[in-house]
């Protein structure tokens, strides 16, 4: 099993800026590929951006790049994510998720899941 905590989020008016962080227990972390998630109220789970184990392959959404940031510290054993220029539309909770090996965008696949953290931007 693995654990995941997340935390860091908030309410920000746009234009502003949030790290997201997601603190992992139980198997080895560096095992697992990391992403992140969020969900707005009736909606599916969007995804958000991805990383390897070793942290040098990342992949965002579109709606995200270049204003997200997605980082890892195995030693500590969590991830980050940090979101700059937020807007309006990425108010949702964002959920941190493990896969074992290698990551997707399919959330079906993903073995572990977070409770999530509500971010919030005002306009």
């Known amino acids: 099993q693995v654990q995941l905590v997340e935390s860091g989020g908030g309410l920000v008016q746009a234009g502003g800026s949030l790290r997201l962080s997601c603190a992992a227990s139980?198997?080895?972390?560096?095992?697992?590929?990391m992403s992140w998630f969020r969900q707005t109220a009736g909606e599916e789970r969007e995804f958000v951006a991805r990383?390897?184990?070793?942290?040098?392959?990342?992949y965002y959404a579109n709606s995200v790049k270049g204003r997200f940031t997605i980082s890892r510290d195995n030693a500590q054993n969590t991830v980050y994510l940090q979101m700059n220029s937020l807007k309006p539309e990425d108010t949702a909770v964002y959920i941190c998720?493990?896969?074992?090996?290698?990551?997707?965008?399919?959330?079906?696949?993903?073995?572990?899941w977070g409770q999530g953290t509500q971010v919030t931007v005002s306009s």
């Open positions: 139980g198997r080895t972390f560096s095992n697992y590929a």
């Open positions: 990383i390897s184990r070793s942290g040098d392959s990342t």
């Open positions: 998720a493990a896969k074992f090996k290698v990551g997707t965008i399919r959330s079906a696949e993903y073995d572990y």
